[in-house]
């Protein structure tokens, strides 16, 4: 994993959406509901921070040609 620094960006942003949207649903208070919008947001931004490339990283070290 060359860029790892963003993979763990992305990876942190996917499990911090899913964690709080879990938090809301399973609170046992039926006026908090988890913003499934804002959740797909940050799940999509994740994956793109997972695919992304750290600035430091070149193309041939991440395997471009």
């Known amino acids: 994993m060359k860029s790892w620094k963003t993979t763990l960006a992305g990876i942190g942003a996917i499990l911090g959406a899913i964690g709080i949207a879990l938090s809301a649903q399973f609170d046992n208070d039926p006026a908090t509901v988890p913003d499934w919008a804002t959740v797909v947001g940050a799940v999509v931004i994740g994956a793109g921070l997972i695919a992304a490339r ?3 990283v ?8």
Do not use: L, P, Y
């Not at 070149?58 to 040609?65: F, R, V, W």
């Open 58 to 65: 070149t193309s041939e070290e991440q395997g471009a040609k």
């Open 54 to 56: 750290d600035k430091n």
